[in-house]
């Protein structure tokens, strides 16, 4: 694939260098039939022509590894980056903000028809649970619609003493926080137990898109939802789900369901952090 992109701009650039000699000999030729011969003097050589200048620079991005597509995605990732990262509070990594966006945009070239809305939830588990680490991008207008907020990890993450998640797992009864992409689905009547009493809030089905990362999302009913053990000081233990505020549930999983996407971030996890299908560029 390589060599024949090499061919390909090589081509094109003796091609269009080719056509410029050929346009240069006729004017000389329509030039020298009107007007004696003038006599020779050394010139600076011209600089090539725009579209020379563009076969050579997509020559020399095929020959240092980095494909037009490729480059067309880094300005959309740095984009996202100079406008949202500013009302991002605090990161646990500096690659957090990079990797959802790196994702959002290589799923959503991969797949147009499913990415139906410009919605981003966005959640940096890398951060206690007493920090507000979740927000809503749009991705569209490049705005943050709301965070930093709460947001809950599985109890099979983490102990009861402990704040930050350490342990993430797609297996099923592992009540644990999934790493990863994910496909924002259909709402629906959520209903839990929360210290001994039930209660209801929206719920939002996720499709796990990050392969051996969180497959199993669906079936293992990892979904958003609103929670009581979530307040705007500091968030309890879900059973993997990515749980907010009861009113904020309410307010944010019907704008992103059915469309939207969902990014699940850890640094504590270096397979994941090596290997999401998506976060990484390695489409799956």
Known sequence: MRNDLLKLAAGAFFAGAAGAMMQDAESVTAASAAQPAPVKVAAAPAAPPAYAQAVMQTSRAVLNGVGVQSAVEKTQVQLALDALAGGVRKQSDPKALR?????YYNYKAAN???????????????LTNTTPRGYVFDMESLKVVDGPFMVAHGRGSAPPSSGVPTRFSNRQGSNSTSLGLYLAQETYGFSGKSGGKYYTSVGLR??????KFN???RAR???AHGA???TS?????????PAVEQSRARKLLPQIANGGLV??????DKSWMEQDPWATGDKA
């Open 99 to 103: 990797m959802a966006f790196q994702a």
């Open 112 to 126: 147009p028809k499913s990415v139906k809305k410009p919605y981003l939830y966005f959640v940096d588990y890398g």
């Open 221 to 223: 009913g990892v979904v």
């Open 228 to 230: 009581p053990y979530v």
């Open 215 to 217: 497959s199993s999302a």
């Open 263 to 268: 990014f699940l971030f850890s640094p504590l």
């Open 233 to 241: 000081s500091r968030a309890g233990r879900s059973e993997g789900c």
């Open 206 to 211: 996720m499709k796990g898109l990050s392969g």
